[in-house]
C-alpha cells in the first residue's frame, strides 16, 4: 500500500478526520469562512452578510469553528460590551484548499449539469 492509500483510507475512516472536514466544508461554514477571511466581523453583521442563515445555524456554526481553532471570539471593550469574530492563523490556511474546490466547481460545473440532466432522464 502506498503513502497516499494508508493516508486516504486513514480520512475515510478516522472519525476526528471526518467529523472536522464535515464542520468546515458544511454550507455555513464556508459562508461564514469567507465573510471572516474578508473582515472581522459581529454576529448580526454576518446575519446580514449571509440572509439564508437562521440565528441558530449561525450560532451553532462559529460555535463548531472556535471550538476547531478555525475562528475566535473577541470581546470588544466597549458600552455595551460586544463580541467580534475573526479568522486565526490556522483558519487563514483554510483559504487556498477552499479557493481550489470553488475553483474546480466552477470549471466542471457544465460537466455537472449535464450529467445531472441524464441522471434526471434515467
Given at each position: 500500500?502506498?503513502?497516499?492509500?494508508?493516508?486516504?483510507?486513514?480520512?475515510?475512516?478516522?472519525?476526528?478526520?471526518?467529523?472536522?472536514?464535515?464542520?468546515?466544508?458544511?454550507?455555513?461554514?464556508?459562508?461564514?469562512?469567507?465573510?471572516?477571511?474578508?473582515q472581522?466581523?459581529?454576529?448580526?453583521?454576518?446575519?446580514?452578510?449571509?440572509?439564508?442563515?437562521?440565528?441558530?445555524?449561525?450560532?451553532?456554526?462559529?460555535?463548531?469553528?472556535?471550538?476547531?481553532?478555525?475562528?475566535?471570539?473577541?470581546?470588544?471593550?466597549?458600552?455595551?460590551?460586544?463580541?467580534?469574530?475573526?479568522?486565526?492563523?490556522?483558519?487563514?490556511t483554510?483559504?487556498?484548499?477552499?479557493?481550489?474546490?470553488?475553483?474546480?466547481?466552477?470549471?466542471?460545473?457544465?460537466?455537472?449539469?449535464?450529467?445531472?440532466?441524464?441522471?434526471?432522464?434515467?
Amino acid at each position: 500500500m502506498t503513502d497516499t492509500s494508508a493516508a486516504r483510507d486513514e480520512l475515510i475512516v478516522s472519525t476526528p478526520h471526518r467529523e472536522l472536514l464535515d464542520q468546515i466544508l458544511d454550507k455555513w461554514s464556508l459562508a461564514v469562512l469567507n465573510e471572516l477571511c474578508e473582515q472581522p466581523c459581529r454576529f448580526n453583521e454576518l446575519r446580514r452578510a449571509i440572509p439564508t442563515v437562521t440565528q441558530k445555524s449561525l450560532t451553532a456554526t462559529l460555535r463548531k469553528l472556535e471550538r476547531n481553532g478555525i475562528i475566535e471570539r473577541v470581546l470588544l471593550s466597549s458600552r455595551p460590551v460586544a463580541v467580534e469574530y475573526r479568522i486565526t492563523p490556522l483558519g487563514k490556511t483554510l483559504r487556498p484548499p477552499i479557493d481550489v474546490i470553488l475553483q474546480w466547481a466552477t470549471d466542471h460545473m457544465p460537466e455537472i449539469e449535464r450529467a445531472r440532466e441524464g441522471f434526471d432522464l434515467a
